[in-house]
């Protein structure tokens, strides 16, 4: 029994002894709900701690294999299968070419209401990806993510079905969103 409901009984009890009477309804019942109210409670709770499983500090991503890693320094925490740009081959060079870039670039942004489930942004097109488009006189695209699968009914022809972006599991994606801060650096390689 808890200490305080414990005192508190003694002290119902020690009330009706000075008026010299036993236990009164009043001090049973007290001490009744005061039992009641400590085996309610455990008696050594265990205060809540959440452990955060390890972040991502580089994101990794290899077309050739169709594989997203995140990792940890040099340790490989998470490895996913992914769907890439319906023409994946060669690095995005523009708008509407169904390609998945390429190079070094950076999580930039976080869209949970995006038209597909989640999305994480890459910062496609940096600058070099900007000057090639201009020298070769094309728009260099953008709004490449990471992301689940489309929110409303689109029917994903094939392996590779997005514009360019990289797509995993709706399940994965949650993973992903998790573990994954904005500014994490991300390598596509061919």
């Not at 290899?62 to 740009?85: D, F, I, M, N, P």
């Not at 590779?160 to 993973?175: F, H, K, L, P, Q």
Request: some cysteine.
């Amino acid at each position: 029994m808890d200490p305080g409901a414990r005192a508190m009984g003694r002290a119902m009890m020690e009330q009706d002894r000075s008026r010299g009477g036993g236990l009164t309804r009043r001090a049973a019942l007290a001490l009744g709900a005061g039992a009641i109210a400590a085996g309610a409670t455990p008696a050594l709770a265990q205060p809540f701690v959440h452990r955060m499983a390890p972040r991502a500090n580089h994101l990794v991503v290899s077309k050739s294999k169709r594989v997203l890693e995140l990792r940890a320094g040099t340790e490989v925490l998470k490895r996913y299968r992914v769907a890439l740009g319906f023409a994946p081959e060669g690095h995005k060079t523009a708008s509407g070419d169904g390609r998945t870039p390429e190079g070094r670039y950076w999580i930039d942004r976080r869209n949970p209401r995006s038209e597909y489930f989640l999305s994480l942004g890459i910062s496609y097109p940096n600058a070099r990806d900007v000057a090639m488009a201009r020298a070769l006189g094309v728009n260099p695209g953008g709004d490449i993510f990471i992301h689940g699968d489309p929110v409303r009914a689109v029917r994903k022809k094939g392996r590779d079905w997005t514009a360019g972006c990289i797509a995993v599991s709706n399940r994965e994606m949650e993973e992903i969103w998790a573990l994954t801060p904005t500014g994490v650096p991300i390598t596509i390689l061919a």
